[in-house]
């Protein structure tokens, strides 16, 4: 295009006050022959946008420096359209909030930045997007029907988005389906799971599409262009979609691999998945001969933060076992429970529902397991006290139940391993190795990604298919393609509720970027087209 470049300066937040605005000026118009550069002294007010715009609309200006502040703020206020070219040189922040006024050094250091964005704006064209020959799909595929994936989806319905949910179960809900109630905001009492209305939303929304007793075969393409294969009950579908939401969600860690802890050997040893389908169905009894309950004893991190087994936290297993001895409260007032912890991990708000626990009455003893036996058809734990320092036997227990943690349902049972390149060190007499978590081949089938890295998505150390949970939320290693609720770490409801509701957004950012040509992921600002190799 033919450029007309305007180069427009602030003097407010001290830079006229430090820096020879006069010289600045000079530099736009007789180094670079600029033929527009005004001075204004709140450039990001009404009154200097509309300076900009009056230019804009009265002189044809279409390349516009503003010498102001940094880039990182008042973006929107300067955004003139994708038909002009804007290029911001930080003259508050990099300049005159670091360097002495008034010196020559900073003056220097002013000019120096306003002669790279001219410089720059000088060079700069505007950009021509990618335009596949195929028209870009902006529906969103959600994998997974629990609480994260029905979120996502309706959420994404919400913004005016299509939603294809594929669910491998045959109804919808995911572990909700086996809840009585939920621990969540305020975490003053257990509330309803909410699950029927919240399938029946999803269900009635004409923008859902749902996919029950079926699983994604093979995915292909890229954002805006993915090409979904899905099977179940017998048929085939496929359908086209912009972006791609997991939201596969956990299995309990196998609690038969826990046998020291009595899990398999009596009963009355039952996992928190267990005690929770049982209270789902009605009425808390021992498995054994279907007795009520009296006396029960809730075993926390059974099996995680040990190396041997599970080596992190899974969070919400303090305020789950919390959440079930009301149940046995609901059921018995009369009723005793014992929680055995390393450490109670309530985090933020839910600190209140362990307040409330402790005023119902429970008995939390500090300590672990060294002995589970049977006596007289009741069950006793030996453990150690740590706060008292000495060994303690708690006897005539009902129940015992083990909060056991979650696993991802990506990370595999068994380490796969494919052919080793060629001269690998660690690969076995039949030519294999090992696959590393980061990747594309040790995830469970999922996605069935025909990408030449790999089938599915890389994961953390511990099968968490992620980029950077903390700077880069619901990222994944595979552009346009996000992770939502307990696949991407362990979470409770309310967590994964906006995480899911996080993810959507994401995935439709995405659609938007890629339907213009944008980059999918700009950072700081950057506005720029990649060059897509297809």
């Known amino acids: ?39 204004h002294p709140f450039l990001c007010g009404p009154e200097g946008v509309e300076l900009i715009k009056k230019d804009i609309e009265g002189e044809g ?56 964005g001219c410089s720059k704006a000088n060079d700069t064209e505007l950009p021509e997007p990618f335009k596949p020959e195929e028209e870009i799909s902006k529906d969103i595929l959600v994998v997974g029907g629990g ?71 093979k995915v292909s393409g890229a954002p805006g262009l993915f090409s979904v294969e899905i099977k179940g009950n017998g048929n085939s579908a496929t359908e086209k979609v912009g972006a791609i939401v997991q939201a596969t969600g956990w299995v309990p860690y196998d609690a038969n691999k826990l046998d020291h802890l009595g899990y398999g050997k009596f009963k009355n040893v039952i996992t928190n998945v267990e005690m929770e389908e049982m209270a789902a169905a009605g009425k808390i009894t021992r498995p054994s001969d279907g007795k009520d309950v009296k006396n029960v004893l809730f ?21 789950v076992s919390l959440k079930q001895a009301t149940y046995v409260k609901e059921q018995n007032p009369e009723a005793v429970n014992y929680i055995l912890y390393k450490d109670m991990r309530t985090l933020g708000q839910a600190e209140d529902f362990y307040k409330k626990a402790q005023l119902d009455g429970n008995v939390f003893i500090r300590g672990a397991v060294a002995n589970i036996g049977e006596e007289g058809g009741k069950l006793f734990v030996e453990a150690d006290d740590e706060l008292l320092g000495e060994k303690v036997r708690i006897e005539d227990l009902d129940l015992v139940v083990l909060a056991v943690g979650m696993v991802p349902t990506t990370q595999p049972e068994e380490i796969p391993k494919i052919p080793a390149p060629e001269g ?29 890295q790999g089938p599915e998505l890389p994961t953390l150390k511990y099968g968490f298919p992620d980029s950077h949970f903390i700077c880069f939320p619901y990222e994944t290693r595979r552009t346009g393609i996000y992770t939502a609720g307990c696949v991407r770490r362990p979470m409770e409801t309310a967590k994964a509720i906006d995480d899911a509701t996080g993810a959507a957004m994401k995935a439709i950012q995405c659609t938007e970027a890629t339907a213009i040509g944008m980059a999918v992921h700009p950072r700081a600002g950057d506005m720029t087209y990649p060059e897509f190799n297809m």
């Open 61 to 116: 200006v279409n390349t516009i420096i503003i010498a102001a502040c940094s880039p990182r703020v008042n973006y929107d206020v300067f955004n003139f359209g994708q038909d002009k070219i804007v290029e911001r040189v930080n003259l508050r922040e990099q300049v005159v909030w670091m360097q002495p006024a008034g010196e020559e050094d900073t003056q220097m250091l002013a000019e120096d930045n306003l002669r790279m």
């Open 299 to 319: 075993v926390q991190c059974a099996g995680s933060r040990d190396p041997e087994h599970l080596p992190y936290c899974s969070s919400v297993c303090c305020l």
């Open 147 to 217: 609480l994260a994936g029905l979120t996502a989806a309706l959420e994404t319905a919400k913004a005016g988005y299509k939603a294809v949910v594929v669910e491998k179960e045959d109804k919808l809900g995911g572990f909700l389906t086996k809840t009585k109630k939920l621990i969540t905001m305020p975490y003053k009492e257990l509330s309803d799971t909410g699950l029927d209305e919240l399938v029946k939303a999803v269900e009635d929304n004409p923008n859902i599409k749902v996919y029950t007793s079926s699983t994604v075969e």
């Open 424 to 452: 690998a060190e660690d690969a076995d007499e039949e030519g294999m190795i090992k696959v590393t978590p980061d990747s594309g081949f040790y995830a469970k089938k999922t996605l069935g990604l025909e990408y030449r």
């Open 1 to 39: 295009m033919e450029k007309k470049t305007a180069v427009y300066i602030c003097t407010g937040c001290g830079i006229g006050d430090a820096l020879d605005v006069g010289k600045l000026s000079e530099i736009a118009t007789d180094d670079y022959s600029i033929p527009i550069c005004k001075e």
